[in-house]
């Protein structure tokens, strides 16, 4: 069955910090890939997606993730972080002949003002 | 655009009663989720509808939870009776057809405590 792996557990960050979040996931074939953040209060919301094509994605606020098929890898990266950073993030993938997409366990990021 | 809805926000119950979490996902959108996230863990996905019908239900505890959406819009999930590691938050979350290539919208979750 599908699995992911997301590394760190709890970060905690000064401002300007730069940010690297891990995400691996199981299955060789075909997938779909996801990062989805949950400001505090907030819903869970889409952060960014690869489906195909450019394996580097640019999401909202300045985030960006690198599809590495040969590493089954799928990091999150910001270059400077904010205080307003301060969330939980989940790696989430989805087999498409699945419809149904796996999450994993998320890193909650605490950015220090 | 009205986000999905879910009600109530949080409930306390103890353990073997009954309780039952509404959704109302963004107009328009056939596909709904109810997920359960356990504290520390990420959402796992406990049925899937495609307008009123199951797409997936492999995950839900079929001998306690159930759920429908009658007429391919609200939906229910209940759970009966419910368990000490029923605890979690539920969410619910809705697209406008499958996740392959349509973004879920998630609701605010309900908050259940089990006593």
């Known amino acids: 069955a599908q699995s992911v792996s997301q590394h760190n557990h709890h970060v905690i960050l000064s401002e300007a910090a730069s940010l690297e979040l891990g995400c691996n996931y199981s299955?060789?074939?075909?997938?779909?890939l996801f990062w989805y953040v949950q400001y505090p209060g907030q819903h869970l919301q889409l952060l960014l997606k690869y489906f195909s094509g450019d394996p580097l994605v640019k999401g909202i606020k300045g985030f960006e993730a690198e599809f590495i098929k040969s590493k089954f890898s799928f990091n999150l990266r910001k270059p400077s972080v904010q205080w307003s950073d301060t969330a939980e993030y989940f790696c989430?993938?989805?087999?498409?002949?699945?419809?149904?997409?796996?999450f994993g366990k998320g890193t909650r990021l605490h950015i220090l003002p | 655009e009205a986000g999905v809805a879910q009600s109530p926000r949080y409930k306390i119950i103890e353990k073997r009663q009954s309780v039952a979490f509404w959704c109302n996902p963004i107009s328009g959108h056939a596909t709904l989720y109810w997920y359960q996230q356990i504290l520390g863990q990420g959402p796992k996905l406990l049925i899937q509808?495609?307008?009123?019908?199951?797409?997936?239900d492999s995950q839900l505890p079929k001998d306690r939870f159930s759920a429908e959406r009658l007429k391919g819009v609200d939906s229910t999930l209940k759970i009966q009776p419910a368990k000490l590691e029923d605890s979690a938050v539920y969410l619910c979350?809705?697209?406008?057809?499958?996740?392959?290539?349509?973004?879920?919208?998630f609701g605010p979750g309900t908050r259940l405590t089990v006593t």
């Open positions: 989430a993938v989805n087999e498409p002949r699945d419809d149904k997409i796996i």
């Open positions: 299955y060789g074939g075909t997938v779909n």
């Open positions: 979350a809705s697209s406008l057809a499958t996740p392959s290539f349509y973004e879920q919208y």
């Open positions: 509808f495609q307008n009123n019908g199951v797409v997936d």
